[in-house]
């Protein structure tokens, strides 16, 4: 069995910063290619960005570029999304996802795994 716990979220206002975390764990340990996704109550799952296993490689979604940086600590089995600015319209449910494979992978459908996410609400 493969979990997958998001922390970090929370109340914040806006233009704070905010920094994200999952966390991996199983009985023998693999390592995953990670993605950061997030859905806003009555919108579709939206991609945020994705980092390959070693961590030499990520991607991002057109509008987060600039304000969301993904990176990970394979020794802590951990991703983390590093968010900026914050503004209203990123109150949403953030999840992390991992999946086997060597690239990057910016699919929902290409995941395997997905934590139950945390909540991040920005308001003033």
């Known amino acids: 069995q493969v979990h997958l716990v998001e922390s970090g979220g929370g109340l914040v206002r806006p233009g704070d910063s905010l920094k994200l975390s999952c966390t991996v764990s199983e009985r023998t340990p693999t390592t995953y290619a990670m993605g950061w996704f997030r859905q806003a109550p009555g919108k579709e799952r939206e991609f945020l960005a994705a980092?390959?296993?070693?961590?030499?490689?990520?991607s991002y979604g057109r509008s987060v570029q600039g304000r969301f940086s993904i990176s990970r600590d394979n020794t802590a089995n951990t991703v983390y999304l590093q968010i900026h600015s914050l503004k209203y319209e990123d109150t949403a449910v953030y999840s992390c996802?991992?999946?086997?494979?060597?690239?990057?992978?910016?699919?929902?459908?290409?995941?395997?795994?997905w934590g139950q996410g945390t909540q991040v609400t920005v308001s003033s």
């Open positions: 980092i390959s296993r070693s961590g030499g490689t990520e």
């Open positions: 996802a991992a999946v086997s494979g060597s690239g990057v992978y910016i699919e929902e459908g290409e995941y395997e795994y």
